[in-house]
Nanobody, 114 residues
Framework: QVQLVESGGGLVQPGGSLRLSCAASGFTFSRYSMSWYRQAPGKGRELVASITNAGIAINYGDSVKGRFTISRDNAKNTVYLQMDSLKPEDTAVYYC???????WGQGTQVTVSS
């Protein structure tokens, strides 16, 4: 069955960086676009970034443009989210998402705080 397992979250100070990973299994990873979403406390889930099956980043949320980078390694069945210049408002649970299904991972917590 389809599985998406996120990792790499944690506590980081403002201005710091984190790299999230999403390991995919149960399907032919290289055939699907993938996305990262996030959900902050008390808010709805919002798109962070999307990437095509060929590795072209096609969309970033306005609040993360220029700071976050989505990428993928089809040989490793993994999609990544490099997060730089983190701000307290980036605090959220980050979810991996397969654009056809849909399928969600369990999420990984990112907390940006001093």
């Amino acid at each position: 069955q389809v599985q998406l397992v996120e990792s790499g979250g944690g506590l980081v100070q403002p201005g710091g960086s984190l790299r999230l990973s999403c390991a995919a299994s149960g399907f032919t990873f290289s055939r699907y676009s993938m996305s990262w979403y996030r959900q902050a406390p008390g808010k709805g889930r919002e798109l962070v970034a999307s990437i095509t099956n060929a590795g072209i980043a096609i969309n970033y949320g306005d609040s993360v443009k220029g700071r976050f980078t989505i990428s993928r390694d089809n040989a490793k069945n993994t999609v990544y989210l490099q997060m730089d210049s983190l701000k307290p408002e980036d605090t959220a649970v980050y979810y991996c998402y397969r654009n056809t299904g849909p399928y969600w991972g369990q999420g990984t917590q990112v907390t940006v705080s001093s």
